[in-house]
């Protein structure tokens, strides 16, 4: 079978279920957030899972690594966004900082297995 779409990769899934947790999770932010953290928080989310798919769309493997790298970025960025939500007391971060960490490593893994195949 193989991987047709972007939406048979497993860490893209996991993206998915992040970014739609973490909208849910922020939700409940305070208002004075929405302009700020929160909507800081979801692009970042968004950004995961939508280079992981850009990058899986390109015709190139050398593309996809890069908008994997790109990925990377996102989800460091997203981890600092916790952690800061996390000090203001606005989250218990631990199941989602699990969860990052999760995807940061299917992320590199992809990369990794990218990178031999073909060589």
Excluded: C
């Excluded at 909208?23 to 692009?43: A, C, H, M, W």
């Excluded at 800061?84 to 218990?92: P, Q, R, S, T, W």
């Amino acid at each position: 079978m193989g991987i047709k779409t972007h939406k048979d990769l497993d860490v893209w899934n996991k993206a998915m279920d992040l970014a739609f947790d973490l909208y849910n999770i922020t939700k409940d932010f305070p208002r004075e957030e929405v302009y700020g953290l929160t909507s800081q928080i979801r692009r970042s989310a968004v950004s995961i899972a939508s280079n992981i798919a850009e990058g899986a769309a390109r015709n190139s493997k050398k593309e996809f690594i890069q908008f994997l790298y790109i990925s990377l970025g996102s989800i460091a960025e997203l981890e600092t966004q916790i952690l800061l939500a996390k000090k203001l007391n606005y989250l218990k971060a631990e199941i989602v900082l699990s969860e990052i960490d999760k995807i940061r490593q299917m992320t590199l893994g992809l990369i990794n297995y990218l990178k031999k195949r073909d060589t």
